[in-house]
């Protein structure tokens, strides 16, 4: 989750402690769909895995965007 965390922080440029799993990637981050999909294949890179963009519409905040990598 840190790691996770850690990219995300660097990436959107927003502060580590204001992260947590629960932040909503739309509603706290502002992020679009076509964001997050943007921010998928930022991790696919980052950590050499691949996404199943058909579950990417179940991903609602960085919990949930961490065990979408773990599967």
């Known amino acids: 989750m840190n ?9 959107l440029g927003v502060d580590k402690s204001e992260l947590n799993e ?11 769909s076509f964001d997050v999909m943007d921010l ?3 991790l696919e890179e980052e950590f050499h895995i691949k996404i199943d963009t058909e579950k990417l519409a179940e991903v609602h905040n960085i919990g949930s965007m961490a065990k979408l990598l773990q599967n």
Do not use: A, H, R, V
Not at 3 to 11: G, L, R
Not at 22 to 32: E, K, P
């Open 3 to 11: 790691e996770m965390i850690t990219f995300i922080s660097d990436y």
């Open 40 to 42: 998928s294949c930022e």
């Open 22 to 32: 629960n932040t909503d990637l739309q509603n706290d981050l502002g992020l679009s």
